[in-house]
């Protein structure tokens, strides 16, 4: 649903008051970041359902998914290192991979695409490398996160592509899966 002044106007309670159209600017902002936030929520619910997944198959539990500019997701990936005895099989790789393959071009332009943990610089590296758009993830990886965490590697300017990033979408979720992970490696080295 799309917050709009004219939906406003036709609302109930604003008959017997005057708004100015300024006034009504503000309320469509508040209304569309509602809705936007809304809408990354609802995709990082669709990457956690992947992190689960890898969770139940012994993997680190981390999802994506890369959504095209009509809100379709045309590319799901998990983590898949273990499994695959390929250090390169992390979630967004996944998706850039079928990604691409779907959309019959190695350029992603105007996606969006949806992590449970913040890319690590190999993953960053090739999602500016596919010109993805915009990156969306959960929780910080302090370990290996190249957007802000570990090594803002993103910061550096980029010769000719320049991702947007937003984070902490569902971030304690998504770091629980994680957590939870470790720990339990943790406890059953220690039997």
């Known amino acids: 649903m799309e917050c709009n002044a004219l939906v406003f106007v036709r609302s109930p309670w604003?008959?017997?008051?005057r708004y100015s159209a300024s006034h009504l600017k503000k309320i469509n902002?508040?209304?569309?970041?509602?809705?936007?936030?809304?809408?990354?929520?609802?995709?990082?619910?669709?990457?956690?359902?992947?992190?689960?997944?890898?969770?139940?198959?012994?993997?680190?539990?981390i999802g994506a998914?890369?959504?095209?500019s009509n809100g379709d997701i045309i590319a799901k990936g998990r983590?898949?290192?273990?499994?695959?005895?390929?250090?390169?099989?992390?979630?967004?790789?996944?998706c850039i991979?079928?990604?691409?393959?779907?959309?019959?071009?190695w350029r992603l332009v105007n996606t969006t695409l949806y992590s449970t943990l913040e890319p690590c610089a190999m993953c960053?590296?090739?999602?500016?490398?596919?010109?993805?758009?915009l990156i969306v993830y959960g929780a910080k990886d302090y370990r290996l996160g190249a957007i802000?965490?570990?090594f803002p590697l993103i910061d550096q300017k980029h010769p000719f592509h320049q991702i947007n990033?937003?984070?902490?979408?569902?971030?304690?979720?998504?770091?629980?899966?994680?957590?939870?992970?470790?720990?339990?490696?943790?406890k059953n080295k220690h039997l």
């Open 124 to 133: 960053l590296s090739a999602l500016q490398l596919a010109r993805v758009s």
């Open 14 to 17: 604003m008959t017997s008051f």
């Open 79 to 94: 983590n898949q290192v273990e499994r695959s005895k390929d250090a390169t099989q992390h979630a967004e790789m996944q």
């Open 148 to 150: 802000q965490s570990w």
């Open 165 to 186: 990033y937003i984070g902490g979408i569902l971030e304690e979720e998504c770091a629980w899966w994680i957590q939870t992970f470790f720990a339990n490696i943790r």
């Open 29 to 61: 902002h508040v209304c569309m970041c509602h809705t936007i936030q809304n809408r990354h929520e609802y995709f990082m619910r669709q990457a956690l359902e992947l992190a689960k997944e890898s969770f139940g198959q012994g993997e680190v539990p």
């Open 65 to 68: 998914v890369l959504v095209n």
């Open 97 to 105: 991979q079928i990604g691409s393959k779907v959309c019959g071009n």
